[in-house]
């Protein structure tokens, strides 16, 4: 069954630019979690707004400022020497499978309703892929991040950090790879009164493959991690740690990757030696189980079930045996 079934879909793989899998009932493809459903409205980026085709930073950079509703599209390779910041009510896209950004990435600093898909966002200096900071309704989805891993923990930042009380972002389809730090929530345990509360993020059918750590690690706030494919990421995938919940559920975890989830203060000493000390700094997080997930070889240490136990917002979990296939298939540039 399972055979025919991968076959099945392997047989659908050059339909799924033209055919999404969600129209095949597999799995979401519009915006879906907590940038769709949250207390202030769904994120609709740019719609409804003019469209503009950019092809130098300098044309980026100004067609995302200001508030105005935009569709921004990105053709070609943008080296940026100095971080953009993206206004409110922008979606900010890539045309076919050749948009990339590179130099310095991207800022969603005190905004809301962005959204920010088929990007190839790699080797970004100094700094993280994308930061979102203070700001709420982000959907960062179908792109794909990458650096080298192999020069270590600190040689490169985040690929998708978030931070500051920021709120109801969605992560999805994204292919992350080949890079030591993926995602950060929160960025300090010392920002407890901005944080505490915030940071509902939801993660799914993203596809992790060679990572270090934090996909995501989080902090204060709650994060519904469902769906994601992860192959050998190798020191720690999911981290839970002051006070922060996680609702896991329907992930699969494949090849060299030592701990799937942990909810124990301790900073691992390979996630960044430059700045932890490495001890039981913090205090512990909290993780829920919903949905099975295979866990294959990978280590799981839960100190503290928390009550996030249920997502508060319909979706749609793809089966367990469906994950990777749909998750290959579906993730990263090119596929929408
Ligand atoms: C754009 O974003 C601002 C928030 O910065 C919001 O107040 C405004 O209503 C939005 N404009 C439109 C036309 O959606
Ligand atoms: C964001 O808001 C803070 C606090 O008001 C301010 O210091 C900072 O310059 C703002 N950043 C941007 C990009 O608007
Ligand atoms: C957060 O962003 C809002 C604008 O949306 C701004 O008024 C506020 O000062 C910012 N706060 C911080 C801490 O940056
Ligand atoms: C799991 O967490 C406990 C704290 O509750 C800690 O003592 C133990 O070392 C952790 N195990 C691993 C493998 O990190």
Not at 81 to 87: F, S, V
Not at 223 to 238: E, G, P
Not at 246 to 272: H, K, M, Q
Request: proline share 5%.
């Amino acid at each position: 069954m399972r055979l025919n079934l991968v076959t099945l879909l392997a047989s659908l793989a050059p339909l799924a630019a033209a055919s999404p899998l969600g129209s095949l009932g597999l799995a979401s493809w519009d915006v879906e979690g907590f940038a769709k459903d949250n207390p202030i409205g769904p994120t609709k980026g740019g719609k409804g707004g003019a469209t503009v085709t950019v092809t130098t930073p300098a044309e980026f950079s100004a067609a995302v400022k200001g508030d105005e509703p935009k569709v921004v599209l990105v053709k070609g390779e943008l080296n940026f020497p100095a971080r953009p910041k993206i206004g409110s009510n922008k979606s900010v896209i890539g045309v076919g499978n050749t948009a990339r950004i590179t130099g310095k990435g991207l800022d969603v600093f005190n905004v809301t309703n962005v959204i920010i898909r088929n990007l190839k966002i790699s080797y970004i200096v100094d700094n993280d892929c994308i930061t979102i900071r203070n700001s709420t309704r982000v959907w960062v989805d179908h792109n794909e991040f990458t650096s080298d891993i192999t020069q270590g923990p600190d040689a490169f930042d985040g690929q998708v950090d978030i931070i500051r009380g920021s709120d109801y972002i969605t992560v999805s389809w994204n292919y992350f790879h080949d890079h030591w730090k993926s995602s950060l929530v929160g960025n300090d345990p010392s920002f407890r009164d901005i944080d505490f509360g915030h940071l509902h993020i939801t993660y799914h059918h993203n596809f992790w493959k060679n990572m270090g750590t934090r996909g995501p690690a989080g902090r204060f706030g709650h994060q519904h991690v469902y769906n994601n494919l992860y192959v050998d990421f190798h020191y720690q995938a999911i981290h839970s740690r002051s006070d922060n919940q996680v609702l896991v559920e329907g992930n699969v975890f494949r090849g060299d990757t030592r701990e799937a989830l942990s909810t124990y203060g301790l900073v691992i000493p390979d996630d960044s030696p430059n700045t932890c000390t490495c001890g039981d700094e913090e205090l512990d997080g909290y993780a829920n189980l919903g949905a099975r997930n295979d866990w294959g070889p990978a280590g799981v240490n839960i100190t503290q079930v928390g009550n996030f136990k249920k997502a508060p917002y319909k979706f749609k979990l793809t089966p367990l045996l469906l994950v990777e296939p749909v998750v290959r298939l579906g993730a990263g540039v090119g596929k929408i």
